[in-house]
């Protein structure tokens, strides 16, 4: 029977609803060959109606999202508003409140797309990181003493309960087994200095890989030596897990391996619950309106949202279509030296879907 998806987008700022539009563009062609359909609902959410209203993220909108089956962001950021507002009051806010404790970050080069790291194609650049998405310093547990004075302190705490470790844990083993690649599944932490935080993972990790998946090798790295991996030897990665902060920073690190913001995408999932997918760009002001921004990362985030959702056929199909495209039609993937616009972009994956 015909599955209808009910999801939620947010273009958001900037070039967002530029390639929101696209991605959108590409639901609505495969969905008909796959036999399901898409009932979208947009919501006006981002820095023009703070701006304009004040209001950042109403609860009424947190808890309508609740009810869809998947949300699709465009980006959010905008040069009016101080750095950090939307930020937290949008997408930091919305991870927490639908406990997206996964940011899922395919790190995977295509072919035709330029890395800069030498010597290395899409035979190298294939791997996840799973980074944990609800705990560490981003809780926002901390605070000041004697702010303002010459003895001002700062504290960010960063927290991890063994429940969040665990669930963690237990998506990333599973990623890996279902990935079926080279069933390996690596720990990136710092278990020489954060002795408590780290030690915690690094127990937690081997206690369930021994018990419950034990055809999975299991590796360690410390998070510095890992940045330094990523850019000799990418090929030895299959799986990465990680904590929030350390995720944070070398997933953009694997995203321009893999040739940067006009390719790379990303999930804040909830297995249990309502997803979000990103591209992870930002906002771009810069090229706001111009048709000139690449939209083949809004578009690969809607493909993994058909893949969460079970429509893997589909995904695989948009999949292969962006890899036609990056190695056979764009001249590059930056803004304004593609050889296409915008929207060209999407019709060239429609073709290639429907
Ligand atoms: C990301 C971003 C966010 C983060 C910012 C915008 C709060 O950098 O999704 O990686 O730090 O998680
Ligand atoms: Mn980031």
């Given at each position: ?169 237990k998506y990333a083993y599973e990623y890996t087994r279902k990935r079926a690649k ?157 050889g296409y616009s915008t929207s060209e972009v999407g019709d060239l994956v429609c073709?290639?879907?429907?």
């Open positions: 029977m015909k599955k209808t998806y009910k999801i939620a987008t947010i273009p958001g700022d900037g070039t967002g609803p530029e390639v929101t539009r696209e991605a959108v563009k590409v639901l609505h062609a495969i969905a008909p060959k796959y036999d399901f359909g898409i009932d979208l609902h947009e919501y006006d959410i981002g820095g023009d109606r703070y701006l304009k209203k004040g209001e950042i993220l109403p609860d009424s909108v947190v808890e309508e999202l609740r009810g869809y089956d998947s949300i699709l962001l465009g980006a959010i950021g905008h040069p009016d508003v101080k750095p950090g507002i939307l930020e937290k009051g949008i997408l930091l806010r919305l991870r927490f409140e639908l406990d997206q404790y996964i940011n899922l970050r395919p790190v995977k080069l295509f072919p035709g797309v330029e890395t800069p790291l030498k010597d290395k194609g899409p035979e190298h650049i294939d791997y996840v990181v799973i980074r944990e998405n609800s705990g560490d310093v981003y809780c926002g547990a901390g605070g000041f003493t004697m702010k303002g004075t010459p003895h001002e302190t700062a504290v960010q705490t960063g927290i991890y309960t063994r429940y969040q470790v665990d669930r963690c844990l080279r069933n390996t599944l690596a720990l990136c932490g710092k278990t020489n200095v954060l002795t408590y935080m780290y030690d915690l993972w690094e127990r937690a990790f081997h206690e369930m890989g021994k018990a419950q998946y034990p055809e999975i090798q299991r590796d360690y790295y410390h998070v510095d030596a890992t940045c330094m991996w990523m850019v000799k030897s990418p090929e030895w990665f299959d799986v990465i897990v990680t904590g929030n902060m350390f995720g944070d920073i070398i997933t953009d690190l694997a995203a321009i391996t893999q040739g940067g913001m006009g390719i790379a995408a990303g999930g804040n999932i909830n297995p249990e619950g309502v997803s979000m997918f990103e591209p992870i760009g930002g906002s771009a002001p810069k090229y706001t309106g111009k048709g000139v921004i690449n939209p083949l990362a809004a578009i690969c985030s809607a493909q993994m949202m058909l893949d969460h959702l079970g429509e893997t056929e589909a995904a695989s199909k948009i999949e292969a279509a962006v890899m036609e495209i990056t190695g056979k039609k764009l001249k590059s993937l930056s803004a304004g030296k593609m073709s290639l879907v429907s």
